[in-house]
C-alpha cells in the first residue's frame, strides 16, 4: 500500500534506509538520513523517534529499527515548543520520578505534532536520560564550568544513571519502562576534570559525560545497562517495541 499523499513535512526526516531511491550525486551527503520523498516504503514497519540525540539513532540502528524523526519547532511550525520548560525538575522532586515524568511530557508533546501535522500513523518512541548523585539531580551544563563542577562531583564516587523509555501506540495504548544503572568514576585530577571539559564533550550530556566517549576512561565499573548509560536502553526499548506490534 503506498504512503498515502507522502509528505515532506517539517521535521520529518527518513533514515536513508528508508528511501527508496538513492540521491543525485549533487543531493548526496554524509549524513545517514534524508528529507522524506515520496515513497511506498513507509508501509514497512518504523517508529517515530522524538529525539534529538545521535546516540540514540545510533543505537536504534544498531538494532535493526527503522525510525523517522520527529523534532519540535521546524520550519513552518506553528507552535512554538520549550523544551527547557519540560526538563526543568520540580523542588524536591525524586530523579526516577523526574526522568518519567519529563519522557512523558516530551512523549505528549510528540504525540500533538505528529498529529499537528498530518503525519502517518507509527508508534512514537520517545526517551530522557538523567544523572542522579544521591537525591541530586544532575542534568546537562550550562556550559564549561558547571561541567567543571559536576564532574569534581561525580569524581571517586558512584552515581546513578536512570533512563526513562515510553512508547505510544497510534490510537492505542502507552508503553513505559525504566533503566536504572549504577557507573563508578575513578578518582579524576583537577587537571583531568579541566581538560575534559575544556574538550566539549561534557555539553549537551546529562551528567556532564558521555560514557561512550572519551570519559569512559575514567569509568571504573558499571552495574546495569550500558546502552542505557548511553540514553537508549536496548534490552528494554526492544520489549517495548514489540509491545507497540513491531516485529523483532
Known sequence: MPCTGARSGPGIRYPAAVKPNPPSPSSATSTSTSTISATQDCA????????????????????????????????GDAVVEDAEAIEAPRPGEAPARYVQRVTGLKLDAAVARHARRGLEPAPILCSDTTVALGHDILGKPDDEAHARQMLARLSGSTHRVLTAVAVQVPGGARHAALSVSRVR????????????????????????????????????????????????????????????????
Open 185 to 248: 568514576f575513578a578518582p579524576m585530577t583537577s587537571e583531568q576534570i579541566a581538560a575534559y571539559a575544556a574538550s566539549g564533550d561534557p555539553l549537551g550530556k546529562a551528567g556532564a559525560y558521555g560514557i561512550q566517549g572519551p570519559a569512559a576512561r575514567y569509568v571504573e565499573r558499571i552495574a546495569g545497562s550500558y546502552t542505557g548509560i548511553m540514553g537508549l536502553p536496548l534490552f528494554e526499548t526492544a520489549q517495548l517495541l514489540r509491545q507497540a506490534g513491531l516485529p523483532g
Open 44 to 75: 514497512l514497519p518504523f517508529v517515530y523517534l522524538a529525539s534529538q540525540s545521535p546516540r540514540r539513532r545510533q543505537l536504534l540502528d544498531q538494532i535493526g529499527v527503522r525510525h523517522v524523526l520527529l523534532l519540535p519547532n521546524a520550519d
